[in-house]
């Protein structure tokens, strides 16, 4: 039976209390960036590529030039190429509230089309965005009106201290697999001893998985439900293999500076300290469309432009909320179809 439409009086009236506190929570982020002197940009969401990454799909769609040629576009997975060429051309602390497409993302968590806050520093250690972010928790939740942050059964203290914990010390903590020493310094990964590890710990893989996909695997399985409970939870430090954006870390090459922001078991951020580094940037896109090509038949274009500007861009740190999420967890609304003011329509499962 199809659920009563979002646009239905009965249903809207039931939604727009979550509704007025995403303008509110949307408000005081807005209010805190510019304090903190950084200036709202709108990049486009028509792109030559969306993104590299291996396991995000994009919505694809022609351009039409004034030859009438059709040429190739996507809808941006994140304005994250856009705003590094802003960078480039010497803005030093920007943020965008950016509409995003992801193909194939459709549930309790995930919107085909979703609002990502994104913003960047310049000349600042990506430890900084780690204060940021707790920073935002806590207006969210001031700005919805509560003390806690909830989804379904779990809590979240948006005012307590965050726990930063290494993806290597959680792999280790709650599935008990040693994950570096699956690990080489050049971003090289040994899939046989993740296999062997994963099988040891009763968690079932098959022998044409990857290395990349049997820590997905872990990571939603083992490790993800443990996080952000009763405070959040940084999980920091990512193997390199898995930060093909980011800078590796200056005391171990088998990691890089990439973290994500849990709350309530829920993804809210993905942070980097930025690579910067043209031709090791090329080098992991192509890696990335590799793997692609080789699980889902397709690739996506390098953005030439992107790779020319990056070889000029300065030092920065760049992080990506997701900020309707973050207006579920205030609001303690079950679906994220509830925060967003028209939804994608639900005749798409």
């Known amino acids: 039976m ?37 200036l709202e940009v709108d990049p486009v969401a028509l792109q030559v590529s969306p993104g590299n990454e291996a396991h995000l799909h994009a919505f694809a769609t022609e351009a039409i030039g004034n030859d009438g040629q059709p040429h190739p576009m996507y809808l941006h997975t994140s304005p994250e190429f856009a705003m590094k060429k802003l960078l480039t051309a010497g803005e030093t602390r920007i943020a965008a509230f950016a509409h995003v497409w992801r193909n194939r993302e459709r549930g309790p968590l995930h919107s085909p089309e979703f609002t990502m806050l994104e913003w960047y520093r310049v000349g600042e250690d990506y430890t ?10 806590a207006l969210a939740a001031k700005a919805a009106g509560s003390r806690i942050l909830r989804f379904r059964e779990s809590e979240c203290d948006p ?38 590890q994963c099988r040891a710990t009763g968690l079932a893989v098959s022998d044409d998985e990857s290395w990349s996909l049997m820590l997905s695997k872990v990571l939603v399985a083992r490790v993800e439900p443990h996080l952000g409970h009763g ?29 994500e922001l849990y709350a309530c078991g829920v993804e809210l951020a993905n942070g980097f300290g930025e690579l910067t580094d043209a031709v090791t940037q090329r080098a992991r896109f192509m890696a990335e ?7 889902y038949g397709e690739r996506y274009p390098l953005d030439e432009d ?41 005749q798409i499962a």
């Open 231 to 259: 405070r959040p939870t940084i999980l920091d430090r990512y193997p390199l293999a898995e930060a093909a954006l980011a800078r590796p870390a200056p005391d171990d090459a088998r990691v890089a500076e990439r973290f």
């Open 159 to 196: 005012f307590a201290e965050p726990e930063r914990l290494s993806v290597a010390e959680a792999f280790a903590r709650h599935a008990g697999i040693d994950l570096l020493a699956t690990c080489g310094r050049g971003g090289e990964t040994d899939a046989e001893g993740l296999r062997a």
């Open 2 to 38: 199809r659920q009563t439409p979002w646009w239905s009086p009965e249903r809207h009236a039931d939604r727009r209390p979550a509704l007025l506190a995403r303008a509110r929570i949307q408000s005081a982020l807005r209010r805190w960036l510019e304090g903190a002197g950084f």
């Open 306 to 346: 992107f790779l020319a500007a990056l070889a000029q861009m300065p030092a920065a740190s760049g992080i990506a909320l997701g900020f309707d999420r973050l207006v579920m967890l205030a609001t303690a609304a079950p679906r994220i179809d509830d925060v967003i003011w028209t939804p994608v329509s639900d």
């Open 289 to 295: 469309m590799a793997e692609k090509a080789a699980i």
């Open 128 to 137: 900084v965005l780690m204060q940021d972010c707790a920073a935002m928790l």
